[in-house]
């Protein structure tokens, strides 16, 4: 049987055996799923925003800005340790006071805590183009605490990891993912029946971790481009996004397994 018809096979017995409760579950894992990809736009966009404009210092690309901060502190260049130390310890404060809303959200039972950490978000964003004159110290830790908060807002859809603000975990997760579809590609064509919706359920989950490194890269091409017409206001490119996102979160909760996952603790 040709792999298209075992494909088209196994997502049939896979929808046939789904009840109705659990289709619903689905449909909005697919929304988070949505959403997931629009931030990574947005993640692509404010961290090439940040390195134009403030001379090569990512607000959201941790490991580089820690190399940078030790080669900086070796060579004695104290201005540039000290805009990559500003954007570790403010992405940090950022996550962490993300993290501790979805723990509030979970003690409190609120149905859409991602919309406060998101406003945040938001808010940070609209103050650096309030502010796009002020120190540059400033204005990165603006940019890395919005990035941190968006990392703590998200971080599962369904059974993956996300991380929607940087892209090297993605990529090991993907070629984890694609490893695992070959053997079970090879197990299929053995006559496996068991391996059909096995790599069906890869195979998607693998699609899905390239488009949220795929829209990283369309928001670094977005957030170039805007830059070079709009300066610091082309950061109203990812607030009308993030705008977006927060409407979708009063309909769909987007933070239920996070806050499941710090109930859980």
């Known amino acids: 049987m040709p792999l298209l018809e075992f494909r088209h096979l196994a997502k049939k017995k896979f929808q046939q055996s789904v009840p109705m409760a659990d289709r619903q579950t689905l449909n909005h894992k697919k929304i988070k799923g949505i959403v997931a990809l ?28 820690t190399v940078h901060l030790g080669q900086h502190i070796l060579d004695r260049q104290w201005s540039e340790a000290l805009s990559a130390g500003v954007v570790i310890l403010a992405f940090l404060v950022g996550s ?16 859409s805590i991602a919309t406060a950490t998101l406003l945040l978000e938001g808010g940070l964003l609209f103050v650096v183009i309030l502010l796009k004159s002020e120190s540059q110290f400033l204005l990165l830790g603006l940019l890395a605490a919005a990035m941190g908060m968006q990392t703590a807002t998200l971080t599962r859809v369904g059974p993956l990891t996300i991380h929607t603000t940087f ?4 990529l090991n997760k993907l070629a984890q993912l694609l490893s695992h579809a070959m053997f079970l590609t090879y197990d299929v064509f053995r006559g496996s029946q068991k391996a059909l919706g096995s790599r069906l359920r890869v195979v998607r989950r693998a699609r899905f971790i390239f488009s949220v490194w795929f829209l990283y890269l369309l928001g670094a091409i ?19 996004l993030i705008t977006v996102v927060i409407f979708v979160d009063l309909i769909f909760p987007l933070s239920i397994e996070e806050e499941r996952e710090a109930s859980e603790r």
């Open 222 to 240: 977005a957030g170039t481009w805007a830059r070079a017409l709009w300066k610091m206001h082309a950061l109203w490119l990812p607030i009308c």
């Open 38 to 65: 629009a931030l990574a736009f947005v993640a692509g966009a404010v961290d090439i925003i940040g390195y134009i404009s403030f001379g090569g210092i990512f607000p959201a690309h941790l490991t580089g800005d």
């Open 167 to 170: 892209v090297t975990g993605m």
């Open 96 to 111: 962490l006071v993300g993290r501790t809303a979805i723990e509030v959200g979970s003690r409190m039972k609120v149905r």
